[in-house]
């Protein structure tokens, strides 16, 4: 069986320690990060990329220029909704963004705003870019029941915005994967296809996760107790403490293997995981050890888009 490794980026304004925005408003975590840390690894080991846009990264024509500068056939890029920052019913702006969350659930819009907010958003990108996304994930993975028709009516072909096992709440909405799995899966609507590819996640007992892996406090205190035995393995840098992620082809034997990171990880205290040189270390050499391991492996990389040639 082939091997299929896609390198994903949610590609974000910086952010702060806590996921808040920061109060500068800048963009330094790709526009240093992205183009002076990441995209040097990535040609060395002949990686391919998708880096998903928010609409606030689209609307800094600097950093849209820093992107394009580092365009070519392996990279791909691709949009990322977080719905506070287009419209309609935006509410984070220039002037308003710093300091404050974009954590809302595109599933809390009714199905019209939901659908104005991708249309608007994959506008704004084809306006920058002069071409067509073909590429989304969800901002907090917040897919509605309608996402996937919508997605198809734009002319996207790939989805990545399922977290296998896990279920997420913010005020009364729920996006709920707990049953789902790492398998690629293949949605049709009026003879167009959309190519669902997962985040790839795996828990480490599913039994375990349901009793006990909630907010309550004696179940957190379980969790910490046997945290080897509780919990979620992604493939992300950011939840692994050593910062080795071969493990992960070692243990999970599957098809197709979706990394994904934030953008916002490649700068110092601009998200809750690099606080200093020393962790932003970490992860490059994390980064470059598993890029080896994905070449001497003979494991395909690949952009999201690619998927629709492999089937």
């Not at 309609?88 to 019209?112: H, T, V």
């Not at 996760?209 to 992300?236: A, E, T």
Request: contains cysteine.
């Amino acid at each position: 069986m082939n091997k299929y490794f896609f390198f994903t980026v949610d590609t974000e304004i910086d952010k702060s320690p806590n996921w808040k925005i920061a109060k500068s408003n800048y963009f330094d975590s790709i526009n240093y990060g992205v183009k002076k840390l990441l995209y040097p690894l990535l040609s060395k080991y002949n990686i391919k990329s998708t880096f998903l846009l928010s609409p606030e990264v689209l609307e800094d024509n600097h950093t849209v220029e820093i992107l394009k500068s580092i365009q070519t056939p392996e990279t791909e890029f691709g949009t990322h909704l977080h719905s506070e920052f287009i419209e309609p019913q935006r509410s984070l702006f220039k002037y308003n963004m710093g300091g404050n969350l974009a954590d809302k659930f595109q599933n809390e819009y009714n199905k019209e705003i939901e659908f104005l907010k991708l249309k608007n958003l994959t506008n704004i990108f084809k306006e920058k870019f002069n071409y067509n996304p073909l590429s989304f994930r969800a901002g907090r993975y917040a897919k509605s029941s309608f996402t996937n028709k919508f997605l198809i009516e734009l002319g996207y072909k790939v989805d990545s915005s399922i977290t296998p096992g896990l279920k997420w709440k913010n005020n009364s909405a729920i996006v709920d994967y707990s049953y789902h799995n790492n398998d690629l899966k293949i949605i049709k609507n009026n003879n167009n296809l959309l190519y669902c590819l997962p985040i790839s996640i795996h828990n480490k007992n599913i039994y375990f996760n349901r009793l006990f892996y909630n907010d309550k406090i004696y179940s957190k205190i379980i969790c910490k107790i046997f945290k080897k035995y509780v919990g979620y393995d992604w493939l992300r840098p950011a939840y692994n403490k050593q910062f080795n992620l071969d493990f992960f082809f070692n243990k999970y034997h599957q098809e197709f293997y979706v990394f994904i990171m934030h953008s916002n990880e490649l700068g110092l205290n601009t998200s809750p995981y690099i606080k200093n040189n020393i962790d932003l270390n970490k992860l490059l050499n994390c980064l470059e050890n598993l890029f080896k391991y994905i070449n001497a492996h003979q494991i395909k990389s690949k952009n999201l888009k690619d998927i629709v040639k492999i089937i």
